[in-house]
């Protein structure tokens, strides 16, 4: 480590003389000689791409051994997502492709949208997900819009813990999912923004991606290390770009360059230096895999200890969909109305949409939430 009351202490040397003895003193820390404010490559760090696609596709992943997988990095997971929408409207089936349709979950994280459609896409869809009466996935409504979307057509997919409902096809479903796009020919774009928060491990959280690389998909995948890393404004993202061969990967990542070059001409180091070093060190790598459990088992905890209080409570309604979803989201089922209610008499702040954020609870207002929750639901209708 270095020693950085060495670096407080130091006097600033007045003479050349002076100055080569501080410098010769301080190449005895390792970090001196290699951390330094140079731009990056504008691909990024190698070390980071290398480790953050590893732990999105699984440590022996076929595709990372055929050397068929390449990475961008980028500012968060949003960075992911824009370079990606880029070049599919440049250089996805053709080279214009403003009237490819863009399949967005409903609901879904908002920005979804804004940034396929910044980046110039005409023909922005939703497809069915959330059934509101049954207070989880309407698989049947989105294999249904899979099959009628045109070919080639681009399906956002939620990873994991999705925004905003919590709700995660299962991994049977996922292989119905993955059947339908694979015969209508649907270019599937994972966003992985919490992994390892859904479940608490990394391995569980990326199987659908997994899975569909193993069935010989060419995919993307944005991944932001925003949440699990705890390194929201480092902007620490990147983009995992499965293809048919090496040669492929290699066409699609100089594409990819010229994007970045224009957008934000090379990522900033100090996340990914933080992810990479994490990642490529295994004693860290099982610490940062501890302590992603240790959150991810949190909000299970507050979760099933929210059900239970208002089962016990008998408050009007199924309350199993609280445990049942996954994730830093839970959509409650509170109505508009309710919602008021609970922002005006009980200062319990949520989303219109009902959506509240697992992370508010802890044992101190776990009490208080339920029976707001009670109130709410008992006495607005
Ligand atoms: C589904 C989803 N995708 C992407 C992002 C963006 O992540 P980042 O902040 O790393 O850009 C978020 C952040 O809330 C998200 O919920």
């Known amino acids: 480590m270095v020693d950085w009351h060495l670096v407080k202490e130091m006097k600033p040397p007045q003479t050349q003389q002076e100055w080569e003895a501080e410098f010769q003193k301080y190449q005895q820390f390792p970090e001196f000689k290699i951390l330094n404010h140079e731009y990056l490559p504008i691909l990024g760090l190698p070390e980071f791409r290398a480790n953050a696609s590893r732990i999105a596709l699984g440590d022996d992943s076929p595709a990372i051994k055929e050397n068929r997988v390449g990475s ?21 089936n053709g080279n214009n492709n403003t009237a490819t349709p863009i399949y967005v979950s409903a609901p879904s994280w908002e920005n979804h949208n804004s940034v396929f459609m910044d980046a110039g896409f005409k023909d922005i ?29 681009v399906f956002i997919l939620h990873a994991c813990a999705h925004n905003p409902t919590g709700t995660d096809p299962t991994p049977e479903q996922w292989k119905q999912i993955a059947a339908v796009m694979k015969r209508r ?37 944005a991944q932001s290390f925003s949440k699990n890393f705890g390194l929201y404004n480092e902007r620490v993202g990147n983009l995992t770009v499965v293809g048919k061969d090496a040669d492929n990967v290699k066409r699609v990542l100089s594409q990819m360059e ?13 996340g990914a230096r933080i992810v990479a070093t994490t990642l490529s060190s295994p004693q860290l790598f099982d610490e940062w895999k501890g302590n992603v459990k240790t959150m991810a088992d949190r909000v299970l905890l507050m979760r099933s200890e929210l059900r239970s209080r208002l089962e016990a409570l008998g408050t009007p309604g199924t309350w199993n969909h609280i445990t049942e979803q996954i994730g830093m989201f839970s959509f409650t089922g509170l109505n508009p109305k309710q919602v008021e209610y609970m922002i005006k008499e009980k200062h319990i702040y949520l989303m219109a949409s009902g959506r509240i954020n697992m992370c508010g609870l802890t044992t101190k207002n776990l009490d208080y939430v339920a029976k707001s929750i009670h109130e709410a639901v008992t006495k607005i209708q």
Request: aromatic share 18%.
């Open 72 to 92: 961008v990095q980028s500012l968060g997971g949003t960075g992911a997502l824009r370079i990606g929408a880029e070049f599919l409207r440049r250089w996805y």
């Open 125 to 153: 869809r939703t497809y069915h997900y959330w059934d509101a009466a049954k207070r989880g996935l309407d698989l049947q409504g989105l294999l249904n819009d899979m099959e009628s979307a045109p070919e080639f057509s």
């Open 185 to 221: 020919s649907l270019f599937p774009f994972f966003d992985s923004a919490y992994q390892g928060f859904a479940s608490g491990s990394l391995d569980k959280d990326a199987w659908a991606v997994r899975f569909f690389v193993s069935e010989g998909f060419e995919l993307f995948c």
């Open 258 to 270: 010229k994007i970045v070059r224009t957008t934000w001409s090379n990522p900033p180091s100090q």
